[in-house]
């Protein structure tokens, strides 16, 4: 079974996910919605009609504090998460297990090469073979 605890979380995070990902399309249909309203009182340009604003003004400063806001709680998300893993005290630290050595006592052995001389005179000067 789940932890409910660690199921809270995730729908969570699941709406909040959905949410920011429909932030710019809630903008544009509640400009829709409201276009007649937002074209009398809100748009900047309503004294000048022959702009043809028609809201676009005020439609366009509501993306831009959006994206803003966006880029600003990013921000702040990435360096709470960066504090977050410095100060957490309930990660084990990594430490490498100890690792231990065997020293063995390295084998001697002797090795004569039989094409190796072992005297340079007696291979130079001896008898005659047959």
């Known amino acids: 079974m789940k932890n409910p605890k660690k199921q809270w979380i995730a729908l969570s995070l699941l709406t909040l996910m959905l949410v920011k990902a429909w932030v710019l399309p809630l903008l544009y249909l509640d400009f829709e919605i409201r276009r007649d309203y937002i ?6 340009n309503r004294d000048k009609p022959m702009m ?8 366009a400063k509501r993306i831009a504090e ?6 600003r709680q990013a921000e702040n998300d990435y360096l709470s998460h960066l504090l977050y893993q410095v ?29 190796a001389a072992r ?12």
């Open 87 to 115: 100060m957490d005290s309930s990660q084990a630290v990594y430490s490498a297990p100890p690792v231990t050595f065997e020293v063995r006592m390295p084998v001697n052995y002797q090795y004569k090469s039989p094409f």
């Open 66 to 71: 959006a994206k803003e806001k966006e880029a």
């Open 39 to 44: 074209i009398a009182n809100l748009c900047v």
């Open 119 to 130: 005297n340079a005179v007696a291979d130079i000067f001896h008898p005659p073979l047959v």
């Open 52 to 59: 043809h604003c028609d809201g676009k003004c005020y439609l």
